[in-house]
T-cell receptor, first 114, second 114 residues
Framework: ETGVTQTPRHLVMGMTNKKSLKCEQH?????MYWYKQSAKKPLELMFV???????ENNSVPSRFSPECPNSSHLFLHLHTLQPEDSALYLC?????????????FGNGTRLTVT | ELKVEQNPLFLSMQEGKNYTIYCNYS?????LYWYRQDPGKSLESLFV?????AVKQEGRLMASLDTKARLSTLHITAAVHDLSATYFC??????????????FGKGTKLSVIP
């Protein structure tokens, strides 16, 4: 399997649930990202991990909790979400240190909070 | 704060016609990406532009970068239906921690009609 794989593809959860999104990259990259894509808004960077250490946290609410156990895996733990958190959550990876390395995106998890 | 503006946001064009999508950004950057997103799909990297005056072409798409004007263009030549998608530009900015992040434009939704 190649590229960036995200599971699940679709998730419906209540506001009191706890769930996790999973991302796995098979590209040998050393940086991973979570982005949020909402309707009518630009893609928003949520978290960046470089060499398994978090280097960016763009003021994301604490109900989103990332975890990066190794350079190939990234999780986004969700709890007590709000309906406005419904969006497409995209994971991406890249090779830091290579000036021409674009982000490679997964297919995303479509999250609906009811 | 880096701002990235694309225009137009919506573009309906006839097959065989030419058109240009513009991407302006607000602060100095020397790295810019163009992505394509089909409905319900992830983002696919199209071009990486790394220096002033960079020009890259792939099929009917050509991208250029003018870092002095803080402007990138994506030119479409003789459009075909398969090019219908949403196109995003993304600009790199560097943080004090030595890492970088991408700021995306809102995207241009292109519809090519017969």
């Amino acid at each position: 399997e190649t590229g960036v794989t995200q599971t699940p593809r679709h998730l419906v959860m209540g506001m009191t649930n706890k769930k996790s999104l999973k991302c796995e990259q098979h590209l040998g990259h050393n940086a991973m990202y979570w982005y949020k894509q909402s309707a009518k808004k630009p893609l928003e960077l949520m978290f960046v991990y470089s060499l398994e250490e978090r280097v960016e946290n763009n003021s994301v609410p604490s109900r989103f909790s990332p975890e990066c156990p190794n350079s190939s895996h990234l999780f986004l733990h969700l709890h007590t979400l709000q309906p406005e958190d419904s969006a497409l959550y995209l994971c991406a990876s890249s090779q830091e240190g290579r000036g021409d390395s674009p982000l490679h995106f997964g297919n995303g998890t479509r999250l609906t909070v009811t | 704060e880096l701002k990235v503006e694309q225009n137009p946001l919506f573009l309906s064009m006839q097959e065989g016609k030419n058109y240009t999508i513009y991407c302006n950004y607000s602060t100095t950057s020397d790295r810019l990406y163009w992505y394509r997103q089909d409905p319900g799909k992830s983002l696919e990297s199209l071009f990486v532009l790394l220096s002033n005056g960079a020009v890259k072409q792939e099929g009917r798409l050509m991208a250029s970068l003018d870092t002095k004007a803080r402007l990138s263009t994506l030119h479409i030549t003789a459009a075909v239906h398969d090019l219908s998608a949403t196109y995003f530009c993304a600009v790199v900015s560097y943080s004090g921690a030595g890492s970088y992040q991408l700021t995306f434009g809102k995207g241009t939704k292109l519809s090519v009609i017969p």
